[in-house]
């Protein structure tokens, strides 16, 4: 396997399990403003959701095949699941934060290696990803300040 796809399918792995865990934070964070960071974990893993499809398409579109299990996701990703508990606005952001730091320098090394072999439709794809966590990372970023 290419490192181009094992990059892209880390990043399916990791998706699959980031959007686990923003429900977890969907669901689990308390406070005052609630329901702000409540709606604003799951406009994130709408969008994790999004590109967790369009990555794995990817793979598929270059011939090879993307993992497709939970089982494969948890043996694959770098991302650490929480446990259930209450977490405050601010632990919820700066998780969120944290979370999406790792996922834009993942898909920022894949964009690389992409670029790299002149594979310029995954070059796009992941520079539109990309464009996506750092518009929410210094959303993100003056949110736990
Ligand atoms: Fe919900």
Request: hydrophobic share 40%.
């Amino acid at each position: 396997m290419s490192k181009k796809v094992e990059l892209l399918n880390q990043l399916t792995a990791d998706l699959a399990v980031a959007f686990v865990k923003f429900h977890n934070l969907h669901w689990n964070v308390t406070g005052e403003r609630f329901k702000e960071v409540h709606e604003y974990a799951e406009e994130l893993y709408d969008a994790l959701n999004e590109q967790y499809d369009e990555v794995a398409e990817r793979v598929k579109m270059l011939g090879e095949f993307p993992p497709a299990s939970m089982k494969a996701y948890l043996e694959t990703t770098k991302i650490e699941e929480l446990t259930n508990k209450d977490y405050t606005i601010l632990e919820t952001n700066e998780l969120l934060l944290e979370t999406l730091k790792y996922l834009r320098s993942l898909a920022t090394d894949a964009r690389n290696v992409a670029d790299e072999e002149g594979d310029f439709a995954t070059v796009a794809m992941l520079e539109d990803i990309v464009g996506v966590y750092c518009k929410h990372v210094w959303f993100l970023s003056q949110m736990v300040k």
